[in-house]
């Protein structure tokens, strides 16, 4: 009887994959889900970024993206459904041609010729790593959405599918088969170039000696070679397509770029990280198909009795431990690839070598355990076989029990990733929009892709113009927006066809707000918002210019109020009752929640600075329970509470805070609304120059506590920075003037630099200079105080030597000369004045004590030394240090292009 026509092998892997696909169909995502965003977008033609990988996908996929807005979708995700059915089917078929002949015990049990199982259960095994793979939470998720996994794993089975077929059949058109259809999925999955020398192997063993035949390599390679040809398809795509400029062999090499990213690159940066989450995938997946492969030879000696069954014992707990090792990892412990992949790499080729290994652990076991050796003098006693006999039972339970679990661990999860919660918060993240076309912007790729997918579905025509605060840097990010969106060319074209810096960014945002309204899709912060304010309406934030006079923005209308409040009350009463448990269960529900959160927080914050505290506890205490990992809501809670008590407390001390807070926290989960948290957060604004929102920060810790000192020190020092000198010394008469207000040393020494400073930079350098004096009268030992004296007396005679008062400035620049001999600002401008005098030589030497005080050449003093020379007509000597100057300095400016002049002249011997 030929075994590989019978039930088991020819028809049982359909009716399984059958069981799959009507798995996947009844829990079919109707929408998208977020892994699948990048890819549905690229195919759909929504994102800025061409699709350059994956061309089988592509292709398969085409008639597909034919179909009209939401049909497209559900055509996409019923293509991952039928590709994950039939990587079921050849999985079952798969483990029914696996060798039963790799130990002793097996050949005493197996006769079939074919060393295939033979027993009566011989259906167990395909059956049960058919729906171990298939419930499997990794695979479920992309068999049920729009994802390209499914095709690359169903590609990488048949290759498995194909060497198994060999082994058995010993027909090389298998082999020709595997070598087509792995060419074509290199091109298709970066993955299985890493598993290439392994197949290679594989070959190599199955065939012997006879692998080394030139013929065979030599057919082996051209049929290779035709399914890499697949690589060109996409640049042929790209080349005929009217709707882009994107060359052939640039999207030949993006291709290759994003595989060798993946095989050459990140292995190594994330090492040694990523390379033991893939020694410890390989232990339960690689590691025992390996131990398949080797047909173990009977151990001398194995007929004596201990040595026989010692034998015997090592291979059979050897097996039974894989067996439940490699079934665990179906659940995702800590070791398993959805835990191990960095929330980006799903290891779906990882789980499938780990299906077919307990695929032929299982049938080992049941051969092994279920069945007694053919000759008589080899069988077991009764206790024995009753031992072995429980194994085997404990095993078809396990074959049960396993496929049940998962179904009751996973089935939540497979109903909240592929339920409506992303519909609906993509709805909620359109709702507020604008019927007119606007600019909406989000620095989460993600919603961009989702607001567009949402039109989609409602069949409706997406207007606006989806721009990535990510990406707008880059010139051919902007190129695409511009080749999308026509009306945007005379805009985008005044923006350098060059990578734009954060002022660059906001020039061109500035630009675009005065033709099109401009939208945020979530709450944010940074150089944008020094130009912007952020009115929101519910999960949109609507940009409005700041006035120049104004620092703080405006307050909100009883309307905007009204508006955002019920639409929070709709969002907390449609989703809040899915979390906190969704978000323990799906990492698609938590990112939703933290969404959530983070909107929920800001709108708390702007209800608590209406002094709406109630309300604000409500909305802080629902952030936390969307997501419970928002300490800044959680902070902001506690902080309402202890408002609502009538105390103005601190929940934290700022060395607490030190230890956490971060601006990334506040990316992650909105603003903070507490005093140490908002003093650290101001303070981290004015450092990075964001001086308007640390103005708005401190300015929020005075309206709860008037005479904080720390945050009017703060006030005045941001002020300065902004340079608003006359700001600055408003602020610093209304803390003196206010003996609530109690200052340290410090803070005095601070205000002092400030003030003074301050008078200075309006020129009026006698009261600048009063209120230092003042001060060293008060403080006449103090260091800090003789130090601002000497910054004053610099700064002092630099703005009079602009003024050309040349006599007071040096009479200022001898003093810090005279207690800071070699202070080399000191020199400098000394110099510069004795050269203004016509003082030469004392010019001159001065010029020559700061060169030899500084550690490197300078081309300021050269170019001071070289000007004297030439006054005093000493030629080579200028023309020497002229070309000093020219070695060190920069190249691009007027200065040097003059000195290029002039030191030509002076060496022609006619100088003008």
Not at 300 to 309: K, L, P
Not at 676 to 698: D, E, H, S, T
């Amino acid at each position: 009887m030929n075994t590989l026509r019978d039930f088991t092998h020819r028809l049982l892997p359909w009716v399984i994959a059958a069981i799959a696909l009507l798995v996947f169909l009844t829990t079919l995502n109707g929408w998208v889900t977020l892994p699948t965003l990048a890819l549905t977008a690229r195919l759909s033609g929504w994102d800025w970024q061409p699709l350059y990988t994956q061309p089988l996908h592509f292709l398969l996929t085409w008639p597909i993206r034919l179909l009209p807005g939401n049909l497209e979708l559900i055509g996409l995700n019923v293509f991952s459904a039928v590709c994950g059915a039939l990587t079921i089917a050849v999985l079952a078929r798969s483990v029914s041609l696996l060798p039963h002949d790799r130990t002793r015990e097996q050949r005493q049990r197996e006769p079939d010729e074919l060393s295939l199982l033979s027993i009566p259960l011989k259906w167990v095994p395909p059956v049960f790593a058919g729906l171990a793979l298939a419930l499997q939470l990794t695979f479920w998720e992309n068999a049920t959405s729009p994802s390209g996994e499914m095709l690359d794993l169903l590609l990488f089975a048949y290759a498995i599918r194909c060497l198994l077929e060999f082994r058995v059949s010993q027909n090389e058109n298998w082999l020709v088969k595997l070598a087509l259809f792995y060419g074509i999925g290199i091109t298709n999955n970066w993955a299985m170039i890493g598993f290439f020398p392994l197949f290679v192997i594989a070959v190599a063993w199955i065939k012997g000696l006879s692998f080394f035949n030139l013929r065979f390599i030599l057919r082996m390679i051209a049929f290779g070679l035709a399914g890499l040809s697949l690589y060109f398809l996409l640049p042929l795509v790209y080349v005929v397509s009217s709707q882009t400029d994107i060359g052939f062999f640039e999207a030949l090499r993006e291709n290759w770029r994003h595989q060798k990213t993946y095989i050459f690159i990140l292995p190594f940066i994330s090492a040694p990280t990523l390379r033991a989450h893939l020694f410890m995938l390989s232990l339960t997946s690689i590691i025992p198909i390996l131990l398949i492969g080797i047909r173990w030879r009977s151990f001398r000696g194995e007929t004596s009795a201990s040595g026989g069954m010692i034998t015997n014992l090592m291979f059979r707990v050897l097996h039974i431990a894989l067996f439940a090792i490699c079934a665990w990892v179906f659940f995702d412990p800590k070791f398993s690839g959805r835990l191990l992949g960095f929330g980006m790499l799903p290891f779906l080729t990882f789980y499938f070598l780990t299906a077919l290994s307990v695929g032929y652990l299982l049938g080992y076991i049941l051969l092994v355990f279920g069945k007694e050796p053919e000759r008589r003098w080899e069988k077991s006693g009764a206790a024995f076989t009753a031992i072995n006999r429980a194994i085997a039972g404990v095993a078809l339970l396990a074959a049960v029990a396993i496929p049940a679990g998962l179904i009751y661990k996973n089935w939540n999860s497979i109903r909240v990733t592929n339920g409506p919660l992303l519909a609906n918060y993509a709805n909620h993240l359109t709702q507020n929009l604008p019927a007119q076309k606007s600019i909406v912007l989000s620095d989460d790729p993600n919603q961009l892709m989702l607001i567009r997918a949402a039109h989609e579905k409602a069949g409706t025509p997406f207007l606006h113009v989806s721009l990535s605060t990510v990406e707008m840097g880059n010139p051919d990010y902007r190129a695409q927006l511009q080749q999308q969106h026509p009306e945007l060319a005379s805009l985008l074209e005044k923006a350098a066809k060059v990578t734009l810096t954060d002022v660059d960014k906001l020039i061109l945002l500035d630009l675009l707000g005065e033709n099109f309204p401009l939208y945020y899709l979530h709450p944010s912060f940074g150089y944008f918002f020094e130009r912007f304010y952020a009115v929101p309406h519910g999960m949109n934030y609507e940009l409005q210019k700041f006035t120049s006079a104004s620092l703080l923005p405006p307050p909100l209308s009883a309307e905007v109020i009204a508006v955002n409040e019920k639409f929070w009350a709709d969002v907390e009463s449609v989703a809040l009752s899915h979390f906190p448990d969704a978000s323990e269960i799906s990492l698609q529900a938590d990112w939703i929640g933290a969404s959530y959160s983070r909107g929920l927080n800001h709108w708390g914050v702007q209800m608590q600075k209406q002094n709406r505290l109630t309300e604000a506890g409500k909305h802080f205490t629902a952030a936390v329970a969307f997501n419970p990992d928002n300490n800044v809501a959680r902070i902001n809670a506690e902080f309402n509470e202890q408002l609502r008590a009538g105390k103005v407390e601190a929940v934290r001390t700022v060395e607490e805070l030190q230890k956490t807070l971060s601006i990334g926290a506040m990316n992650m989960h909105g603003p903070f609304d507490e005093p140490n948290a908002n003093l650290l957060i101001g303070q981290a604004f004015a450092v990075g120059n964001n001086l308007r929102q640390a103005v708005q920060y401190f300015s929020r810790i005075l309206d709860w506590t008037p005479n904080d000192s720390r945050a009017h020190v703060a006030m005045v020092m941001t002020y300065f920075d902004m340079q608003q000198p006359k700001m600055a010394l408003a602020q610093i008469q209304k803390i003196r003037n206010d003996p609530k207000i109690a200052l340290a040393e410090q803070q005095k020494l601070q205000l002092l630099r400030v003030e003074s400073l301050s008078y200075l930079i309006q020129k009026d350098i006698s009261t600048a200079e009063e209120v230092l004096l003042n001060a060293r009268k008060e403080l006449p030992k103090n260091e800090t105080v003789n130090a601002l004296l000497q910054e004053f007396n610099l700064q002092a005679a630099v703005i009079q030597i602009n003024d050309k008062q040349y006599a007071e400035a040096l009479e200022r620049l001898n003093a810090v000369l005279k207690a800071a001999p070699n202070n080399p600002h000191g020199l400098f401008n000394r110099a510069l004045v004795y050269l203004q005098m016509n003082r030469l030589d004392d010019a001159k030497l001065d010029y020559q004590k700061l060169e030899k005080a500084l550690t490197e050449r300078s081309h300021p003093v050269h170019y001071g030394l070289a000007e004297v020379a030439l006054r005093q007509n000493d030629i080579p000597e200028a023309i020497k240090q002229y070309q000093i100057y020219l070695e060190i300095a920069p190249k691009d400016t007027a200065e040097f292009k003059q000195v290029t002049d002039k030191l030509k002249e002076l060496q022609s011997g006619q100088p003008k």
